[in-house]
């Protein structure tokens, strides 16, 4: 059973900068491709960023990329999503989560998900 826990999120102004972190179990980050969806009020759930399970690519959505940054650490068991520059419309609930593949260039639909953690950016 894969688990994923999100910690961080919080307020900033825009322009701020704000750290996501997920703690995975075991051997998801061999066995999954693993990255950060976001769902704001009204709006469906969207792709953000993610690593392939051998973690030599990431994949960025064109709305964040070149402010988003995601990366792991395999041996603490945890993945980091940098937000840099950030914009009111990045206000949203953000998920980790681990899919079983990448497919046009993001996750393909996550076998699990976190709980979910809010970041709200003022302007």
């Known amino acids: 059973q894969v688990q994923l826990v999100e910690s961080g999120g919080g307020l900033v102004q825009a322009g701020g900068s704000l750290r996501l972190s997920c703690t995975v179990s075991?051997?998801?980050?061999?066995?999954?491709?693993t990255g950060w969806f976001r769902q704001a009020p009204g709006k469906e759930r969207e792709f953000v960023a993610g690593?392939?399970?051998?973690?030599?690519?990431?994949y960025y959505a064109d709305s964040v990329r070149g402010r988003f940054t995601v990366s792991r650490d395999v041996d603490k068991n945890t993945m980091i999503l940098q937000m840099n520059s950030l914009k009111p419309e990045d206000s949203a609930v953000y998920y980790c989560?681990?899919?079983?593949?990448?497919?046009?260039?993001?996750?393909?639909?996550?076998?699990?998900w976190g709980q979910g953690a809010q970041v709200t950016v003022s302007s």
């Open positions: 989560a681990a899919s079983v593949g990448i497919v046009a260039g993001r996750l393909s639909t996550p076998d699990y």
């Open positions: 075991e051997r998801t980050f061999t066995n999954y491709a």
């Open positions: 690593i392939r399970w051998s973690g030599d690519t990431t």
